[in-house]
């Protein structure tokens, strides 16, 4: 069974510039989460998608947004650019009940 | 209070040693715990998962649960160098399926 896949592995972006970061889930899985992992921080809860609905956010500001496709892919955009948004981005795909598998990763890098 | 509390460590164990791994949290209603292991640079591993009071094995795993407490924690048997990593505390919480995770303890297995 393939996993969590994302795409692109990593992504360099200068201040104010939009990055757009994807993510296809585990096959069956309907539930997509993204997350923020700066260096050296913790996991910080950013979005959540089930069934196309944006059903739970984050203490994130509105410039981080996203949409879920119907064959459940999801893709996370980030808008107006700060170097503070340099982190890994982990998407993660949850069967029901809840257990979440993580995907390996975008590192975006901004200058 | 943060919702999931983890000592971020370094914990340092003798190869062979048992490593014991904490975590509390504050909302009495969560019903699931997991907890993930993350390699430096790579994106965490859900490794076990627990819903009810008591202690659940997997392999040289043991997950602990005491929810009259607001306490998990992860046994580690015999622990191996290639156990170094963080370990990441996630609790599902109360109304909301997004997992809610610790800042992580980072485990050193000295040969």
């Known amino acids: 069974e393939a996993g969590v896949t994302q795409s692109p592995t990593h992504l360099i972006k200068t201040r104010g510039q939009q990055a757009t970061l994807r993510c296809s889930p585990i096959?069956?899985?309907?539930?997509v989460y993204w997350y923020q992992q700066a260096l050296g921080l913790g996991l910080q809860f950013l979005l959540w998608?089930?069934?196309?609905?944006?059903?739970n956010r984050g203490n994130f500001p509105p410039r981080f947004s996203g949409r879920q496709f119907p064959n459940y892919s999801s893709e996370l955009n980030v808008n107006a650019l700060e170097l503070e948004d340099s982190a890994l981005y982990l998407c993660a795909s949850s069967p029901d009940p809840p257990g979440e598998f993580f995907g390996p990763g975008t590192r975006l890098t901004v200058l | 209070q943060k919702e999931v509390e983890q000592n971020s460590g370094p914990l340092s164990v003798p190869e062979g040693a048992i490593a014991s791994l904490n975590c509390t949290y504050s909302d009495r209603g969560s019903q699931s715990f997991f907890w993930y292991r993350q390699y430096s640079g790579k994106s965490p591993e859900l490794i076990m998962f627990i819903y009810s009071n008591g202690d659940k094995e997997d392999g040289r795993f043991t997950a602990q649960l005491n929810k009259a407490s607001q306490y998990v924690s992860l046994l580690i048997r015999d622990s191996q160098p290639s156990d170094s990593a963080t370990y990441l505390c996630a609790v599902n919480p109360t109304g909301r399926r997004a997992l809610t995770f610790g800042s992580g303890t980072r485990l050193q297995v000295q040969p």
């Open positions: 998608y089930d069934e196309g609905e944006e059903r």
């Open positions: 096959s069956g899985h309907t539930s």
